[in-house]
């Protein structure tokens, strides 16, 4: 090979070296990209995806553990390790801890679920079957626990004693219901 031979595979060689680079720079931006991006409810949706354990910590301190089934726009429901129904607000979800199985990566999913029942709906949906229920809120540590009578656009109505003593629970400042017993 003469020097024309050696110029041109030095340059090919440089060409290759800088698209390579050049590719390397791309990727690194499209992941950051997916970084800034990510949602609360592209974690969750990979997290039920997976069928993984999780374990969700509420604004109000409450921690659930188990593992989630949906995820909507404003809600996610998750079936805890006891075997509990719980429904959390995404605005209620405060951290997310995925179980040690899963390989840890930084949040990078930007979807958002799928449109369902919204949260207050979907409690609707259960009042009729009169569950027992533990209401949790933001500024109270104990859960409100009664039977679920009725859900208005607002307001959901607990029976919480046998006597027939009702509790009006203001929908905006509820993190999470769970759903007691056999009432799933």
Do not use: K, N
């Amino acid at each position: 090979m003469g020097d024309g031979d050696d110029q041109i595979t030095a340059h090919v060689d440089e060409l290759l070296a800088d698209q390579a680079a050049r590719e390397r720079t791309r990727q690194r931006w499209l992941q950051q990209q997916a970084l800034e991006s990510a949602q609360l409810s592209g974690v969750l949706l990979a997290m039920a995806e997976s069928a993984a354990t999780v374990t969700l910590l509420t604004v109000a301190g409450h921690q659930h553990q188990g593992t989630l089934t949906d995820v909507t726009a404003d809600h996610c429901r998750i079936i805890t390790v006891q075997g509990s129904v719980v429904l959390l607000r995404l605005s209620a979800v405060s951290v997310v801890t995925p179980d040690r199985s899963l390989r840890a990566a930084a949040a990078a999913d930007d979807r958002t679920a799928a449109a369902g029942p919204r949260f207050a709906e979907a409690l609707s949906d259960r009042a009729g079957e009169r569950p027992e229920v533990a209401v949790r809120t933001v500024g109270r540590p104990d859960p409100v626990v009664g039977r679920l009578l009725a859900v208005g656009s607002d307001v959901m109505t607990l029976q919480v004693d046998e006597r027939r003593r009702l509790a009006y629970v203001s929908l905006a400042s509820v993190t999470d219901v769970s759903f007691l017993a056999a009432s799933g």
